[in-house]
């Protein structure tokens, strides 16, 4: 796999590497096929655009590459890192240094309000200047007079911006967004947009985003088209 | 028809997917429960009622504490009715070396009217029934005695020796194996001894002071059984009762009463807490089934069709826990039989359907009243919830869900106890434990969640999640609580009293008690005590000493006072007439018809203490002291005059001083003691205790020899059997308690597990964000220890304040702290909580965290 694509590692690195990765379930009575043979690879700071018909195995895709859940055939290999070869803690430990993840339903701890979910990952690393950090991320995404306020109390817009602060607030090297803009609408849709590129841009992340938003879309630099499981376009070409 | 086919085919989904498997055990619990006591006390009632006539010895007895009088056996001859005369006492009876108290009980030649005595002409081999008894033609020929295997064991004879009984020497012709009237004798001082009526005067037993019970039974058929019932009736007089059939053993009835409201209660903790179970896993399965709920409503399901198709599969379930409950029960009956050996010699007839009905009445109503309102709520499910997932659910949480399930236990509570006080106090009980430690675990809870700054992250938002849980975590609390403190109060808190009990009593506290003294064997038996270097210790000050100066105490032999001892029946309070039916409470009511033993005296005892008003000087006469206790019964007070009938002789005197007496100590006291005169004339016997060593025990052979009317009682025999009866009956109580303690399990389990979907949840969302498993299990810790800790501290105190006050309250002993119930009960609520609670939640960190998610929809 190194050997077919060498141009690409000359002055940027490989971050994720997907290798051929299949997923099967088994229902009650057949083998399900969700993914199949799925190859491809991203660098450093790009902005890569998952898209796809809804069924087409998009999120299935995302959770592979944040070692959420574990292929059936083929790997991941994360900033040098085979996920297959690590065990779920160290996955969990890998995910804590680089990952951060935007849950398609936000998934924020209704135990702990804005502040506190966004200071999580932070203490759980074990960083001392958490609250610091996490006011500053917040204030960023304008939500500086809600740190307070738990999950119940903000709306569907509010918590998606806590769940992106929550996902940069440790200056992951990835981040990965299932449908960043899925339940929001379009004003406040943009602001996450533009939000996602600001850091994508000051700090170097490297975005890879389900979305079914075109918006979003053509913002990316390249697109990778799922149909039924497999992968059929990976070029630069087609994302315009 | 189709529904009840697609409800069955939900439960075997809903059973297989472990959903409902909680909620199942829960009811079998509440059933098998149940249906344990109901089986138990059936089978014991009909055993009562089946035997009633050959336990009374026939259709009527009339009883009396002094010899029949002439006009009832005038009236049963006019009535033609068949007669028999019974009269017992108990007294030593000697053979050889060896001697022994015993009930003898002298009968005439038609006893028994009804039922049938049972003899063997040998002991059987191991003591009990021998394989060669028959059916008794008669009685004993004068001359002659039947006895207990139990006697000829104290006494080491066999049938066809001699044994001394009074004055006389008789033959022992046969071996009692079975007494009509003797199967639920559970608390007999002493072995049997039959004789025939015509021996007794010779015996020369029956004298003043001798504790005789007259019976006569009569027999025949109903008309004239009637007619002298009427005519008995009108001319009862003092100390005279009449027993049917219907009150037949009416002690063993009250007992058995008694113990059925206590196991009654005892299984009916286990319900209430099993109906907990069943509210906690019916509202984690609503809310999983509101989805299901709100995609059938969208396919055009009525509310009605909803309904009725989880009221089926509810109903299919209630049916299955009610026969597997029963058949439980059915067992479980059988081991409770079993602990109470002893206490039940009769053969029990086989159980009654009625107590299954009823096991499985409870079952439903337990479904009923705490599943069927969280089921109420999927009707309303609202169809847009299949679009809007966030569309919030509505809780069962009305006042009318509670109060149906309130109102079940209260009614199920009503009909165990059916007495409306004990029902106020379980309930009370019941209401003040949980709520306390409801607001004690909140308060805590609360203290907990504020330690925020300064800890660690997972400890803080183990914290914090449980005070966002306080609900599910205040029930977890209580639930757990209950169940720790009724097996601290079953094991540590029990032994605690139980010993505190058997140390209380002095090592050499009198041990036997000598009744039946004549006046003029006074001075003999003073001069034989002194003789044999006998003498009443263990007196107040000798309680307090050391053990080991106990031990080393020379044998010192004060003299043994004699106490003389007066019979007389209370008649008048200040002029006004006693009448037992007017008495308030049944203690009152007993002390009223009974005979008193009333006492004289010059001086006050220097064990006893003077609490009110003062002992009189030389010279006061028709004075009175009495008891604090019995005068708070029967609400008598200082100046007050009181009138006994002594013998025929009304004697009246005023109350002038209550006395403090210490009925632990195991001397000779007296409720009423009058100033020096005031009995003078009337018959007066003496009674007196002193301690014999065991080494010594030859002794009363000796006093017997030279005082064949004396009956020395072995406290300490009767100790051991009034311990080895509690003992009993609290093995049996546990046994019923093991339910409980089931039930107190369950709660727990569908506690734990009614938070468990949001505990995984969360796990899985630390272990994206890169929690390590050490981190995510610290943040579960932090929770489970704080919920068993204040379980374990709620259940202490409850279970030390239990204790303190059966200890204070009602064994009037000093209550001793024992560190250990706090101490278990903080380990088994924090080990307890962890382990059910790694284990429930296990999966959230050991699979991928989006097969987690995924699975929790």
New interface residues.
């Given amino acids: 796999m190194k050997n077919d694509l060498p141009h690409l590692a000359d002055d940027r690195r490989i971050i994720v590497s997907a290798e051929a990765l299949g997923k099967r379930v088994a229902t009650s009575d057949m083998q399900l096929t969700i993914l199949t043979e799925v190859s491809f690879q991203v660098t450093e700071g790009e902005a890569v655009a998952i898209v796809g018909a809804s069924g087409s195995g998009k999120s299935t895709l995302l959770g592979l590459l944040a070692g959420l859940d574990t292929p059936s055939s083929g790997r991941v290999v994360i900033d040098g890192a085979d996920l297959s070869t690590l065990s779920e803690d160290a996955c969990a430990a890998l995910r804590g240094r680089l990952i951060g993840f935007v849950f398609q339903s936000f998934q924020l701890l209704p135990a702990l309000n804005a502040l506190e979910n966004v200071m999580l990952p932070l203490e759980l690393a074990g960083q001392r200047d958490a609250r610091q950090q996490a006011q500053e991320i917040l204030g960023r995404v304008g939500l500086a007079a809600r740190l307070g306020h738990y999950p119940k109390q903000l709306s569907g817009g509010e918590q998606q911006r806590v769940a992106l602060a929550r996902a940069f607030v440790k200056r992951p090297k990835l981040l990965l967004a299932d449908e960043p803009t899925g339940n929001l609408d379009a004003h406040t849709g943009q602001q996450v947009i533009d939000l996602l590129f600001q850091l994508n841009h000051e700090r170097g992340t490297t975005l890879l985003l389900v979305t079914h938003d075109e918006a979003l879309a053509s913002r990316c630099v390249r697109r990778l088209k799922l149909v039924a499981g497999e992968l059929v376009t990976s070029s630069e070409a087609l994302a315009r | 028809m189709n529904t009840l086919r697609l409800a069955l085919k939900m439960l075997r989904r809903d059973l297989a997917a472990g959903e409902l498997r909680v909620l199942l055990i829960a009811l079998v619990v509440a059933v098998a429960s149940v249906a344990t006591v109901g089986f138990f006390t059936d089978r014991v009632r009909s055993a009562l009622n089946g035997e009633a006539t050959r336990l009374l010895g026939g259709d009527l007895a009339l009883i009396a504490d002094h010899p029949i009088a002439q006009k009832f056996l005038a009236a049963a001859t006019r009535n033609g009715l068949k007669t028999a005369n019974v009269t017992t006492f108990p007294s030593m009876v000697s053979a050889g070396e060896g001697t022994a108290l015993s009930e003898i009980k002298a009968v005439s030649s038609t006893y028994p009217l009804r039922g049938l005595l049972r003899i063997a002409s040998a002991r059987g081999a191991d003591g009990s029934r021998s394989a060669a008894d028959r059916d008794a033609l008669g009685v004993p020929q004068p001359g002659s005695v039947w006895v207990a295997d139990a006697l000829l064991v104290k006494l080491g004879r066999q049938v066809g020796d001699a044994i001394t009984l009074g004055n006389r020497q008789f033959t022992i012709a046969a071996v009692i194996t079975k007494e009509p009237d003797s199967a639920f004798d559970y608390f007999k001082v002493a072995p049997r001894l039959l004789l025939n009526e015509a021996d007794i005067a010779s015996t020369g037993l029956i004298r003043t002071g001798s504790r005789v019970g007259y019976r006569l039974l009569l027999a025949g058929p109903p008309k004239p059984v009637e007619a002298f019932q009427m005519f008995a009736k009108a001319n009862l007089g003092r100390g005279e009762r009449l027993e049917g059939v219907r009150d037949a053993r009416a002690e063993v009835r009250v007992a058995l009463e008694r113990a059925e409201q206590f196991l009654g209660l005892a299984s009916l903790l286990s319900v209430i807490l099993a109906a907990v179970g069943v509210f906690l896993v019916a509202r984690r399965f609503m809310r999983r089934e509101f989805d299901t709920c709100a995609i059938l409503r969208c396919l055009g399901a009525s509310q009605a069709t909803l309904l009725s198709l989880y009221l089926l599969e509810f109903l299919v379930l209630g049916v299955l826990a009610g026969v597997v409950g029963c058949a439980l029960g059915y067992g479980a009956q059988y081991a409770l039989i079993k602990l109470l050996t002893g206490l039940i010699k009769a053969e029990l007839p086989p159980a009654g359907w009625v107590p299954a009905l009823q096991a499985f009445a409870v079952g439903l109503l337990v479904l009923l009243g705490f599943a069927l309102p969280p089921l109420l709520r999927l009707r309303s499910v609202p169809p847009l919830r299949v679009l809007r997932r966030d569309l919030p659910i509505a809780e069962p949480s009305s006042a009318i869900a509670y109060l149906l399930g309130l109102s079940v236990i209260a009614l199920l509570l009503l009909w165990k106890s059916g007495d409306m006080q004990v029902w106020l106090a379980v309930l009370g009980g019941v209401a003040a434990c949980v709520v306390t430690s409801a607001l004690l675990g909140w308060a805590l809870i609360s203290a907990a969640a504020r330690l925020k700054s300064g800890t660690g992250?997972s400890i803080r938002?183990g914290l914090?999640?449980l005070?966002?849980?306080a609900g599910s975590s205040i029930t977890q609390i209580v639930a757990l609580g209950l169940g720790i403190m009724a097996l601290l109060l079953l094991t540590l808190v029990r032994g605690d009293l139980m010993n505190s009990w058997r140390n209380n009593l002095p090592a050499d506290a009198p041990n036997r008690f000598v009744i039946g003294i004549q006046q003029d064997q006074v001075a003999e038996l003073k001069k034989f005590f002194q003789t044999y270097g006998l003498g009443a210790r263990g007196d107040a000050a000798s309680r307090k000493q050391q053990p080991t100066a106990r031990e080393s105490a020379v044998p010192q032999s004060a003299e043994v006072e004699l106490y003389p001892m007066i019979r007389g029946r209370l008649t008048t309070i200040n002029g006004r007439p006693v009448v037992a039916e007017s008495m308030s409470d049944e203690r009152s009511r007993r002390l009223a018809e009974r005979e008193f033993n009333l006492s004289q005296a010059i001086g006050l005892r220097s064990d006893n203490r003077i609490v009110a008003g003062a002992w009189w000087h030389a010279g006061d006469s028709e004075q009175l002291s009495v008891e604090e206790g019995i005068a708070k019964t029967l609400n008598l007070h200082l100046g007050d005059t009181l009138t006994f009938n002594v013998g025929g002789t009304m004697v009246t005197g005023k109350i002038s001083n209550l006395r403090k007496v210490d009925w632990d100590s195991f001397k000779v006291n007296f409720f009423v003691i009058g100033s020096p005169g005031l009995f003078d004339n009337a018959p007066t016997s003496y009674i007196t205790s002193f301690y014999l060593p065991r080494e010594h025990e030859a002794t009363i052979n000796a006093m017997v020899q030279a005082f064949p009317n004396l009956s020395v009682i072995d406290v300490g025999a009767i100790l051991d059997q009034v311990r080895s009866i509690a003992d009993q009956v609290s093995r049996a109580v546990e046994f019923v308690f093991i339910f409980t303690l089931l039930a107190g399990l369950i709660v727990l389990y569908a506690a734990i597990v009614s938070s468990q979907d949001e505990r995984m949840f969360?796990a899985a969302?630390?272990?994206?964000?890169?929690?390590?498993?050490a981190?995510v299990r610290g943040t579960q810790a932090a929770e489970f220890v704080v919920i068993g800790l204040i379980a374990g501290v709620v259940a202490a105190i409850f279970a030390s304040a239990v204790g303190f006050a059966v200890s204070v309250r009602i064994l009037n002993l000093s209550y001793a702290f024992n560190p250990w119930v706090p101490l278990v009960g903080i380990v088994l609520g924090v080990v307890g909580v962890a382990l059910a609670g790694f284990a429930a939640t296990a999966q959230a960190?050991?699979?991928?965290?989006?097969?987690t998610?995924r699975a929790l929809g």
């Fill in positions: 992250v938002y914090a999640s005070r966002r849980r969360e969302i630390m272990r994206t964000l890169g929690a390590r498993r981190q960190v050991n699979r991928p965290p989006l097969e998610i």
